[in-house]
């Protein structure tokens, strides 16, 4: 039946390796599980009833995009609520319910009316090719930058944010900033104060992992990925239990096992406002679902033309097949992600280390997307794998992505300059779209101002100009 559905033995990979591979996809991006109600919520703040709304929204939002990328597209890549779009979604109900004076879950429920009119048009535009011609319109040099940009960007999320760890005053610290930048151990125990001996435990358990990873790989075990993350979460585990006397599996004991979905019904729903949206002004609202257009379609380019190229998926013009299907998982995940209650769904960038698990097919997404839904009944067991276990897979996929530099032609200046700007912006910026878009107009303009103008397409031109638009009219 799989290789009926998923052509597995045309893709060189089995059944067993594409559930190894979507498992691995699960557990290096099962943070966004309780991490994206937590930020759409205040972590908690606006109560238990929209915190449990978004929970299960984020479950079923992202399992209604895979299943989409499964079946439709059969390609591996996993959905979620995107990270950065949820900050930026927090931001404008916040600012609703400024403006307005309503509730900040009639703020909610007014943001969500912005979410669905832009899921509706990427269905659109999807239908009607219309996004895969923005794809086919990137430069091929900044196409092949994407996936090492892709790469730093994992890395600093590895040893990052990621791994942060918190003191008993609520201040994050940073594995490359707060441990390795610092002068002396002494001065880094001095700044970190309690959340020092947390983080040595956390860098260790995170280069144990990674270097696990690393020796499995070498040594062929498909699996390497998902084995050093479990082998790291034993380590950090055993930690925990004999230096801090941490049961980390105590919560599990009291945890809640029953799925909230009153909440869900009572607080984000089908409960669209637009009503309270048209309180906060047409322009604002057109230029909020713009920026949100802009920065998912950009993410989700990217994110899939990086992680095909490291798959090989990709053609030699730099094209994947079947694109426009992936795209379009993309736009129904956002529209199912509105009439549940979350954020813009967009493919993951973590989807990357399930493709260096060995998954080819869509079945990788399938089994992703199972384990989601399951999380429904299960999300105590998501919520005890520890970061540091996450950040050793993101680090070494990240390595790996960065090696697609060699394709990039160093004698070309036009390039080489989008392609170095990428490198930068988008671990800085933590966006993916926003890398791509400063990339598209260094080409252009270098192109123009050396006179070669003409070997700029006119969507390249647009997309840079809108861009532009973004960067410097756009707040």
Known sequence: MFEKIFKLKDNNTSVRTEVVAGLTTFMTMAYIIALNPNLLTGFGAE??????????????????????????????????????????????????????????????????CIILIEGVVFLILSVLNVREKIVEAIPLGVRLGIAPAIGLMLMNIGLGSNAGVYNSEGNCFYVMRDFFGALTPSLAKSNMADGYNPMVLTVATMFIGLFVIIILAQKGVKAAVILGMLISSVVYWAGEAIFFKINPFEGLKTASWLPPFGDMASTT??????????????????????TFCIIDMFDTIGTLVGTASRAGMLDKEGKMPKMKEALLADAVGTVAGSMTGTSTVTTFV??????EAGGRTGLTALTTGIIFLACIFIAPVAAIIPPAATSAALIYVGVLMITGLKNIDFSDIAQVVPVAIMLLAMPISGSIGHAIGLGLISYTVIKVFTGKAKEVSILTYVISLIFLIKFFLVV
């Open 47 to 112: 109560g238990v009833e929209l915190w449990n709304g978004v929970f299960l929204a984020t479950c079923i939002a992202s399992a209604v995009g895979m299943f989409v990328m499964a079946f439709v597209a059969n390609k591996p890549f996993a959905m979620a609520p995107g990270m950065g779009l949820n900050s930026f979604f927090a931001v404008v109900v916040a600012n609703i319910a400024a403006i307005t004076g309503m509730t900040y879950v009639a703020s909610f429920q007014a943001a969500l």
């Open 269 to 290: 729903l089908f409960k669209f406002n637009f009503s309270g949206l048209l309180d906060v002004g047409v322009f604002t609202v057109v230029t909020l679902i713009i």
């Open 350 to 355: 973590e989807s990357a280390s399930g493709v």
